[in-house]
């Protein structure tokens, strides 16, 4: 038997499987369904549609060339990409995952960067936004806004580590050349970009609408599919098998057994994982923080599906990701144990109400909580209203077809 043929069995049975599992558990599959069709609803569509929509105007526009050539002297050097790497990374951070997978993919295609390129730059501006860190994990499951800064810094380092450990990917398989700085260069090659896009600015947005909804649409059937996926190995006690190996895993690293279900339900999805880790009991926030860490960096299955379907439009290879997520769990577990005592511990017995409270901090955890707490209460209304616009969008495009 041909390994194709093992795969195709296996795929097929797979499928079929957990079409009879759904067959057999409706409830469980429905309200799981329900729950991630929610947070696609509320949180995650519209979070992401403003950065996917302005990501397509910097592009269009050549603003994404200008900070290229800027950023040319430090990406290149640091992380062996193009300087417009450096967009891709603060737009990752700033609007959370998929955004760096698609912009990377969005490059490749334009031949802005090389495929060596492209799988070193999306292994490290795939992250969380602050909103969910801060907003979602600290205040909504931890209830203590404190952590926030401390999760965040140890999932932004362990993405920084992650970057500079990819550099050595492919390194002989092209040369590192940088070009020096210079603003009058930079804002020469943006308007020469600019000319090269002659669509008309009501057409660049449809297709900027377009494009992003198409996108999150997508995004949501993975979140949807995964949480149920999730749902469904709990209600059949498979993940009881996973649990066996997990346990003595957590065992070895003097981790308590009860966060074994937090970390399978992590690995296929973020939320489900980390709240579970919240509310472990018998176990200690320092043990929990570090499992938070790592299910952050790792991204969860439901993410790497909804990048793997992303790269997939390109010649990117999943693996690099896939290895880089690993990496980057692994990184940020350290980070928490490293950095939990000084960082959060130290803080909070010599004055916690001048560093994390009223003082230093509190502006910008308040900030992305009140954010993520707006979410919840308008996202719907806003992912409703978008979805009736892409709809006329798409119906006058149509139309425009048939005439």
Same mark, same amino acid.
């Given at each position: 038997?041909?390994?194709?043929?093992?795969?195709?069995?296996?795929?097929?049975?797979?499928?079929?499987?957990?079409?009879?599992?759904?067959?057999?558990?409706?409830?469980?599959?429905?309200?799981?369904?329900?729950?991630?069709?929610?947070?696609?609803?509320?949180?995650?569509?519209?979070?992401?549609?403003?950065?996917?929509?302005?990501?397509?105007?910097?592009?269009?526009? %050549?603003?994404?060339?200008?900070?290229?050539?800027?950023?040319?002297?430090?990406?290149?050097?640091?992380?062996?990409? &193009?300087?417009?790497? %450096?967009? @891709?990374?603060?737009?990752?951070?700033?609007?959370?995952? &998929?955004?760096?997978?698609?912009?990377?993919?969005?490059?490749?295609?334009?031949?802005?960067?090389?495929?060596?390129?492209?799988?070193?730059?999306?292994?490290?501006?795939?992250?969380?936004?602050?909103?969910?860190?801060?907003?979602?994990?600290?205040?909504?499951?931890?209830?203590?806004?404190?952590?926030?800064?401390?999760?965040? @810094?140890?999932?932004?380092?362990?993405?920084?580590?992650?970057?500079?450990?990819?550099?050595?990917?492919?390194?002989?398989?092209?040369? @590192?050349?940088?070009?020096?700085?210079?603003?009058?260069?930079?804002?020469?090659?943006?308007?020469?970009?600019?000319?090269?896009?002659?669509?008309?600015?009501?057409?660049?947005?449809?297709?900027? @609408?377009?494009?992003?909804?198409?996108?999150? !649409?997508?995004?949501?059937?993975?979140? +949807?599919?995964?949480?149920?996926?999730? $749902?469904?190995?709990?209600?059949?006690?498979?993940?009881?098998?996973?649990?066996?190996?997990?346990?003595?895993?957590?065992?070895?690293?003097?981790?308590?057994?009860?966060?074994?279900?937090?970390?399978?339900?992590?690995?296929?999805?973020?939320?489900?994982?980390?709240?579970?880790?919240?509310?472990?009991?018998?176990?200690?926030?320092?043990?929990?923080?570090?499992?938070?860490?790592?299910?952050?960096?790792?991204?969860?299955?439901?993410?790497?599906?909804?990048?793997?379907? +992303?790269?997939?439009?390109?010649?990117? $290879?999943?693996?690099?990701?896939?290895?880089? $997520?690993?990496?980057?769990?692994?990184?940020?577990?350290? !980070?928490?144990?490293?950095?939990?005592?000084?960082?959060?511990?130290?803080?909070?017995?010599?004055?916690?109400?001048?560093?994390?409270? &009223?003082?230093?901090?509190? &502006?910008?955890?308040?900030?992305?909580?009140?954010?993520?707490?707006? !979410?919840?209460?308008?996202?719907?209304?806003?992912?409703?209203?978008?979805?009736?616009?892409?709809?006329?969008?798409?119906? +006058?495009?149509?139309?425009?077809?048939?005439?």
């Amino acid at each position: 038997m041909t390994a194709s043929s093992v795969k195709t069995i296996l795929f097929g049975g797979t499928a079929t499987f957990l079409a009879i599992t759904f067959i057999l558990f409706p409830k469980d599959a429905y309200e799981a369904s329900i729950r991630g069709l929610n947070m696609w609803w509320e949180v995650v569509f519209p979070s992401l549609l403003p950065f996917f929509i302005m990501s397509e105007f910097l592009i269009a526009f %050549g603003v994404v060339t200008f900070i290229g050539a800027l950023f040319e002297p430090i990406m290149r050097p640091l992380f062996r990409v &193009p300087g417009v790497g %450096g967009f @891709v990374w603060a737009m990752g951070m700033a609007s959370g995952f &998929p955004a760096g997978a698609r912009l990377t993919a969005r490059l490749r295609k334009d031949k802005k960067i090389s495929r060596i390129q492209a799988e070193r730059l999306v292994s490290f501006t795939n992250a969380s936004n602050p909103i969910f860190i801060f907003g979602a994990i600290a205040v909504g499951f931890f209830h203590n806004p404190a952590l926030g800064f401390f999760l965040a @810094v140890c999932h932004y380092g362990g993405n920084l580590l992650v970057g500079l450990a990819m550099r050595f990917y492919g390194k002989n398989e092209e040369l @590192v050349s940088t070009r020096p700085f210079s603003i009058k260069e930079a804002f020469s090659m943006m308007h020469h970009e600019r000319l090269k896009d002659t669509r008309p600015l009501g057409k660049m947005m449809g297709d900027a @609408v377009h494009s992003a909804v198409t996108t999150l !649409l997508m995004i949501g059937g993975f979140i +949807i599919l995964f949480s149920v996926l999730n $749902r469904l190995l709990t209600v059949i006690h498979l993940s009881d098998v996973f649990a066996i190996g997990v346990t003595v895993l957590l065992t070895l690293m003097n981790i308590p057994n009860e966060l074994s279900p937090a970390l399978i339900s992590g690995l296929f999805e973020i939320t489900i994982g980390s709240q579970m880790a919240s509310v472990s009991a018998g176990t200690s926030l320092y043990h929990q923080m570090i499992i938070t860490s790592f299910i952050l960096g790792f991204n969860g299955f439901s993410v790497q599906a909804q990048v793997a379907s +992303i790269l997939a439009e390109t010649d990117i $290879r999943f693996k690099p990701f896939f290895f880089a $997520r690993l990496i980057h769990g692994v990184l940020a577990a350290i !980070l928490a144990v490293i950095l939990f005592e000084p960082l959060y511990m130290q803080s909070i017995k010599k004055n916690a109400t001048e560093v994390f409270a &009223p003082g230093y901090y509190e &502006p910008v955890y308040l900030l992305f909580a009140s954010l993520y707490e707006w !979410l919840t209460q308008f996202g719907g209304t806003i992912t409703a209203c978008t979805l009736i616009l892409f709809i006329v969008l798409v119906a +006058i495009k149509q139309d425009q077809k048939m005439i």
